[in-house]
């Protein structure tokens, strides 16, 4: 939770008064429900390697973060972006709030599969959410619906993966059409034509398994069609092959591990290797080509 990820910097920590902590992990969503008994203030250089939302439900908090001051109210909320610099934050006491926490690499995949499209870049979100009405109102009263399972008795059907997957699915989703970024539009424009089975085949083995040494041959067969009919159908829907998706997929996971590593321990040309680069100078151009940095810079930062 957004709370647990900081550095409290007016608040010895052994004074941080939590009257009460109550959370659900759903795999790559977790939701928990925070309540301060005493005024807190909170700052720290970066939120960690999710993003973060706070859902009041009693009482309004003040933000600052990617250099936008926000008042976080049940009408307006914000989105907070790893990498998106320092944060701090005052809560009143008695504040009482969901927190909602998504990992980055499950909302970028999500993103990449709903839109029919290679994410260009790391998904980049406005820094407020309007959760007054529209989209964002129907995400924020989703999440206070599933509060009251936190509430409930120890085996409640959040602790159920046939409830927890789909759910985090709904969640992950609901927040991308709630959030603004730079493919909203092609969300809610008219959907297109579903790609052919082969395909979305193909891609469910390669997010599934990115790691191990996938060939044309061998996707081909998981989907049950010839090599040939896969590729076409890749070009034709998705304006690739299916091993640049594949490259696509490895760059982007070495990326985030990248982000999460420790440059102490781990390096450039290990992290490429676990993904199937084997040429540092050519995956350095291939990162630097998408994300803008060298990836030397990334793993440090």
Known sequence: MLVDSLTIDSVPQDEVTVSSYRSADLGPVQIG??????????????IGTGFYVQLPIQGRFESRHRG????????????????????????????????????????ETALARLIGDRVSSRARFGPVMDTADGYGRGWADLLY??????AGAPDNLLTQ???????????INGFLLAA???????????????????????????????????????LAEHCGVSARTLQKAFQQHLG???MEYLRDVRLRRAHEELRAADPYVDSVASIARGWGFSHPGRFAAA????????????LRG
């Open 33 to 46: 429900e925070v309540i301060f008994q005493d005024e807190l203030r909170l700052e720290c250089e970066d």
């Open 68 to 107: 936008v001051r926000t008042l976080v109210s049940r009408a307006s909320s914000v989105v907070y972006q790893p990498g998106g610099g320092p944060f701090s934050g005052r809560w009143p006491a008695g504040y009482r709030a969901l927190c909602v926490r998504i990992d980055a690499p499950a909302l």
């Open 145 to 150: 619906s599933v509060n009251r399972q936190l």
């Open 161 to 171: 993966p046939l409830v927890a997957a789909p759910l985090a699915e709904s969640v």
């Open 180 to 218: 603004a970024h730079p493919h909203t539009e092609a969300l809610t424009a008219s959907v297109a034509p579903a790609r052919p089975t082969a395909v979305r085949t193909a891609i469910d083995v390669i997010e599934a398994d990115a790691r191990t040494p996938l060939t044309l041959s061998v």
């Open 240 to 242: 690739m092959s299916p």
């Open 287 to 298: 990162h630097e080509a998408k994300y803008g940095i060298k990836p030397l810079s990334t």
